[in-house]
């Protein structure tokens, strides 16, 4: 196992060959390599200096999802929050050897003392996040603790913004989402039920899908399964690809066909604010296996 931390992103490799790369910036981790194979989408004009959220990989999406509601705590926060713009510490790492393969977690810690001012005032309470990031032998696992630091009890959601790398839209599907209710935002927020074992998406995409049943979202290439993404204690999964228009409206997003390459398969606490009272932490999960 060999982990370089050269200040702005920290590196591993395990014996299998397999590396996972974190941005000390957002804690976003920007790649994720198994059997020689990149699992994540990177715009190729994503900033990775810190000057804005990463176009890619997996951005950290906490206390907010979205926009903020107005006359919220949240209001005054910038889309997403501020947990994916803010510089995370490198908190070290641990090893475990087993029998199959050797497997290495990182761990990243954001404080509310660590960050801006801006952010300071705009959400004025005292919390800990831990991100714990696991590469084993074909599986990336990420866990979030967010503790409750101060007096106060305080609302937020959290969701992993994850740029899964398919090799073509138009050949990929979605199955594990039957029967489950979603808000089309897209449609105006329509809700809807998922009646496609196994959903196409042929156009622009933005739906929450709320309490799924099943944890685990399959993306199936070509009719063969691709990737495993599977809920720890999150309740809800978003599905987004921003198809052609949108992508042509994002500076970062380039190329401007990569929507055809890429899926975003969120999962997240969204649909409903989760709350820790003073002293209580929560936390939550996600373990994306790669099936190639
Ligand atoms: O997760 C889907 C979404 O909320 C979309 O509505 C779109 O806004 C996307 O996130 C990207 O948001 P960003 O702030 O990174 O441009």
């Given at each position: 196992?060999?982990?370089?931390?050269d200040?702005s992103?920290?590196?591993?490799?395990?014996?299998?060959?397999?590396?996972?790369?974190?941005l000390?910036?957002?804690?976003?981790?920007?790649?994720?390599?198994?059997?020689?194979?990149?699992?994540?989408?990177?715009?190729?004009?994503?900033k990775?200096?810190?000057?804005?959220?990463?176009?890619?990989?997996?951005?950290v999406?906490?206390?907010?999802?979205?926009p903020?509601?107005?006359n919220?705590?949240?209001?005054?926060?910038p889309?997403?929050?501020?947990?994916?713009?803010?510089?995370?510490?490198y908190?070290?790492k641990?090893?475990?050897?087993?029998?199959?393969?050797?497997?290495?977690?990182?761990?990243?810690?954001?404080?509310?003392a660590?960050?801006?001012?801006?952010a300071?005032?705009?959400?004025p309470?005292?919390?800990?996040?831990?991100y714990?990031?696991?590469?084993?032998?074909?599986?990336?696992?990420?866990?979030?603790t967010?503790?409750?630091?101060?007096?106060?009890?305080?609302?937020?959601?959290?969701?992993?913004?994850?740029y899964?790398?398919?090799?073509d839209?138009?050949?990929?599907?979605i199955s594990?989402?039957?029967?489950?209710?979603y808000?089309?935002?897209?449609?105006?927020?329509?809700?809807?039920?998922?009646?496609?074992?196994?959903?196409?998406?042929?156009?622009?995409?933005?739906?929450?899908?709320?309490s799924l049943?099943?944890?685990?979202?399959?993306?199936?290439?070509?009719?063969?399964p691709?990737?495993?993404?599977v809920?720890?204690?999150?309740r809800?999964t978003?599905?987004w690809?921003?198809w052609t228009?949108?992508?042509?409206?994002m500076?970062d997003?380039?190329p401007k066909?990569?929507?055809?390459?890429?899926?975003?398969?969120?999962?997240?606490?969204v649909?409903?604010?989760?709350?820790?009272?003073?002293?209580?932490?929560?936390?939550?999960?996600?373990?994306?296996?790669?099936?190639?």
């Amino acid at each position: 196992v060999n982990v370089s931390d050269d200040n702005s992103k920290v590196t591993a490799t395990i014996p299998s060959g397999d590396t996972v790369e974190v941005l000390l910036y957002g804690a976003t981790i920007i790649s994720w390599k198994s059997n020689g194979t990149e699992n994540f989408w990177v715009s190729d004009a994503a900033k990775l200096d810190g000057s804005k959220p990463v176009r890619g990989g997996v951005p950290v999406v906490f206390p907010v999802f979205g926009p903020p509601p107005k006359n919220h705590a949240t209001s005054s926060l910038p889309q997403h929050g501020f947990a994916r713009n803010s510089r995370w510490e490198y908190l070290g790492k641990s090893t475990s050897e087993s029998a199959s393969d050797d497997s290495v977690k990182m761990d990243f810690g954001l404080y509310s003392a660590g960050l801006s001012e801006e952010a300071k005032k705009a959400w004025p309470y005292d919390f800990g996040l831990v991100y714990s990031v696991t590469l084993t032998k074909g599986e990336l696992s990420t866990i979030l603790t967010v503790r409750n630091e101060g007096k106060e009890g305080f609302d937020f959601n959290v969701l992993l913004h994850t740029y899964l790398r398919i090799k073509d839209i138009s050949t990929t599907t979605i199955s594990g989402l039957l029967g489950t209710s979603y808000v089309d935002k897209v449609l105006d927020a329509r809700e809807s039920t998922e009646s496609n074992s196994d959903l196409r998406i042929t156009g622009e995409t933005d739906r929450v899908y709320k309490s799924l049943a099943q944890d685990t979202t399959t993306v199936v290439e070509n009719g063969s399964p691709r990737f495993d993404v599977v809920r720890k204690n999150f309740r809800d999964t978003v599905i987004w690809n921003p198809w052609t228009e949108k992508a042509k409206g994002m500076g970062d997003f380039e190329p401007k066909t990569g929507w055809r390459e890429m899926l975003c398969v969120e999962v997240g606490s969204v649909a409903e604010w989760v709350r820790v009272e003073e002293g209580e932490s929560w936390e939550a999960g996600q373990t994306i296996k790669s099936l190639v």
